[in-house]
């Protein structure tokens, strides 16, 4: 299987955890697409979604999935999403999208976050993929340069704005040993408005597809 087919293998082994007559949190990117075309089927067994990102809400209305607004709902069983890393102690680095932010709130209201990858996100250490950072546009310049204290080579996404208005810094050349501490910490810089450090609260289960299958691992 190539990588996508692998991508939608763990996204279709998500599928059973998504609870008749509720509302399920859903991510963004090309792994939480395949779980979106997958829920497609179920639409009339679940209550509808909350998206992490307008594409998503896209993506999940086009399908006749009903959107909720996250205002709306005290909780959900469930939040399915992808990551660019994932550590043996399901911490995630995630935003290779733009939609950290999105994501990190809406599965803060949900039970369990099922994380679905193909088997070449998993990592030893998290950093070698640049650690996304949502920052308010007039603190673009200080938060990098506080990132590069932190030892991390910070760059602008050229071109990008996320869907709460703000921009991306990029941050390079990171090895993460803390990863609960190094994400407060990034947070505690003003004008971070978020980080893609999923740590503090990461996954709970993990489906990573590889050549033998999906593999399921629970946070211990
Ligand atoms: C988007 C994300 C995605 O989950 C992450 O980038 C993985 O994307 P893909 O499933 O396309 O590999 O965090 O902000």
Same mark, same amino acid.
């Given at each position: 299987m190539n990588q996508d087919e692998l991508k939608r293998a763990a996204a279709d082994a998500a599928l059973e955890y998504v609870v008749a007559g509720e509302i399920v949190g859903v991510g963004t990117g090309s792994t939480a697409n395949h779980f979106i075309d997958g829920l497609a089927a179920r639409r009339k067994d679940i209550l509808g979604a909350v998206a992490s990102s307008e594409a998503s809400a896209q993506r999940l209305a086009g399908h006749g999935i009903r959107l909720f607004d !996250?205002?709306?709902?005290?909780?959900?069983?469930v939040y399915v999403d992808g990551a660019d890393e994932i550590d043996a102690g399901l911490s995630m680095i995630k935003g290779g999208g733009g939609a950290l932010t999105r994501e990190k709130i809406v599965a803060a209201v949900a039970e369990r976050f099922v994380c679905i990858c193909d088997a070449?996100?998993?990592?030893? +250490? !998290?950093?070698?993929f640049p650690l996304p950072v949502e920052v308010i546009p007039m603190a673009r310049a200080h938060v990098a340069r506080r990132l590069g204290a932190l030892g991390g080579a910070p760059r602008l996404r050229e071109g990008f704005v996320t869907d709460n208005g703000n921009l991306i810094l990029d941050v390079h050349g990171l090895s993460i040993a803390d990863p609960a501490t190094f994400e407060a910490e990034i947070d505690?810089? +003003?004008?971070?408005?978020?980080?893609? !450090?999923? +740590?503090?609260?990461?996954?709970?289960v993990l489906l990573l597809a590889g050549s033998d299958g999906v593999e399921c691992q629970l946070r211990s």
């Open positions: !996250l205002n709306e709902v005290d909780t959900m069983p070449s996100k998993r990592v030893a +250490a !998290l950093g070698s505690h810089i +003003a004008g971070v408005v978020s980080n893609g !450090l999923f +740590a503090i609260r990461g996954a709970d």
